[in-house]
């Protein structure tokens, strides 16, 4: 083989190891969760403005229940990914951690900064990659997930008694840790 022959197949051998180390980059997955749930938090708050502005927490307790659940499922089908929202105090029941989950919640609260965020977590297995981003309470959601007769009022306790007779999402402060969306990726 001559020298230029040589130099020929080093560049395409080059071209080729570049090639496919560039189709081989690893997937940032915490990125993708964070703007998965980011575009799921927007559509549901703004959801649920829309829902208490139309009839107050009367009319936006019955809209959460017969809505939040397939939005969070279609917008994980659509993004290709499980997302689920999780808490060790669910007010549906089909949203309570599982025992993995549960250590998990716990040590995502057990571990906020010093300004009150609390940390994302990422856990890798054989087929999957699931980031647990967390869900903080905020000043919107205790009307309903407050303290009850002083942030939650006695109308509102009595429709969630009615559509939620096991309900343990109560009692929340602001910046409370009150869930977490669960995003699981197939790899």
């Keep these: 083989m001559n020298?230029?022959?040589?130099?020929?197949?080093g560049s395409v051998v080059t071209v080729f190891i570049l090639l496919a180390n560039f189709g081989c980059r690893k997937p940032d997955y915490e990125a993708m969760a964070m703007d998965i749930t980011k575009e799921a938090k927007t559509n549901l708050v703004q959801k649920l403005t829309n829902a208490l502005a139309e009839g107050g927490t009367k009319q936006a307790i019955p809209f959460c229940k017969q809505n939040v659940m397939a939005f969070t499922s279609n917008l994980g089908s659509k993004k290709g990914v499980l997302l689920r929202r999780i808490s060790d105090k669910p007010?549906?029941?089909?949203?309570?951690?599982t025992d993995e989950e549960k250590k998990i919640f716990l040590e995502i609260s057990g571990n906020p900064t010093k300004e009150g965020e609390?940390?994302?977590k990422t856990v890798t297995a054989d087929h999957t990659?699931?980031?647990?981003?967390?869900?903080?309470?905020?000043g919107l959601c205790l009307q309903c997930h407050g303290e009850p007769n002083v942030d939650i009022k006695k109308e509102t306790l009595d429709?969630?008694?009615k559509e939620y007779p096991g309900d343990l999402a109560r009692g929340y402060k602001v910046g409370n840790l009150r869930g977490l969306f669960s995003v699981q990726f197939t790899r």
Excluded at 3 to 9: A, D, E, F, P, V
Excluded at 129 to 138: D, K, M, S
Aim: aromatic letters at 6%; proline letters at 13%; a positive charge.
């Design 129 to 138: 990659v699931t980031v647990y981003v967390p869900i903080p309470t905020v």
């Design 118 to 120: 609390y940390p994302v």
């Design 159 to 161: 429709v969630l008694q």
């Design 91 to 97: 007010r549906n029941p089909m949203n309570l951690v």
């Design 3 to 9: 020298r230029n022959s040589k130099k020929t197949l």
